[in-house]
């Protein structure tokens, strides 16, 4: 079992529409969770970093982390064309583990 | 500010052969990590350094080994090479203390081994 999973996809959807992304983890003891998105043929970029339970918000982006069912969620609202691309979730102590990614399409 | 840099971009190689790959971080970033993407087993963590020193190691062979320079450029190397090896190989950097909150990647080097 890989100690973070994540549905692969791929995941399509209108554009305005809300994505919900999710991951699991199995190491209780992962106190970092980050989500990555990454465009084709480029490297991943940060887009969003929770430390512990709880929700954080950046514009059209919320992470949500559930510590106690080790469950971690990225909600996209009001998604755009240009949000199309893979995203992976990661979590961390101190060496990143990353799920395999799920692949979003934005269809205008 | 510049971003990561990695060269080369693509490299074809054959099995039994050897390679290295470099990257250049941001300009102030300490900590150099390694990871391999490939569509079967997904972004896997190779090695992070560190000031020079490796600070921590994922499960991968000896075959692949890095290092890193006093101006915080990384080197990889991966000898007797595998089919196997065929993936895109990322650098990351970040200025060193908290890896995960600030860490940055680059383009990647694309890697055919045949």
């Known amino acids: 079992q890989k100690e973070v999973e994540q549905d692969p996809g791929p995941l399509s959807v209108p554009e305005g529409a809300i994505v919900s992304l999710n991951c699991t983890y199995s190491n209780s003891a992962f106190q970092y969770f980050m989500w990555y998105r990454q465009y084709s043929r480029k490297g991943p970029e940060l887009l969003m970093y929770?430390?512990?339970?709880g929700n954080k918000e950046d514009g059209r982006f919320t992470a949500q982390v559930d510590k106690s069912s080790k469950y971690i969620s990225l909600f996209i609202r009001d998604s755009q064309p240009s949000d199309s691309a893979t995203y992976l979730c990661?979590?961390?102590?101190?060496?990143?583990?990353f799920g395999a990614g799920t692949r979003l399409t934005v269809k205008p | 500010k510049a971003g990561v840099t990695q060269t080369p971009r693509y490299l074809i190689k054959t099995r039994g052969q050897q390679v290295t790959l470099s990257c250049s971080p941001i300009s102030g970033h300490r900590s150099v990590s390694w990871y391999q993407q490939t569509p079967g087993q997904g972004l896997q963590f190779l090695f992070e350094?560190?000031?020079?020193?490796?600070?921590n190691k994922g499960n991968f062979p000896g075959r692949f080994s890095g290092r890193q320079f006093s101006n915080s450029r990384s080197e990889m190397n991966v000898s007797t090479l595998e089919l196997g090896d065929s993936a895109l190989y990322l650098c990351a950097s970040s200025l060193g203390g908290e890896t995960h909150k600030t860490q940055y990647f680059g383009p990647g080097t694309r890697l055919l081994v045949l």
């Open positions: 990661a979590t961390s102590n101190n060496d990143m583990r």
């Open positions: 350094y560190f000031s020079e020193t490796q600070r």
């Open positions: 929770t430390y512990s339970s």
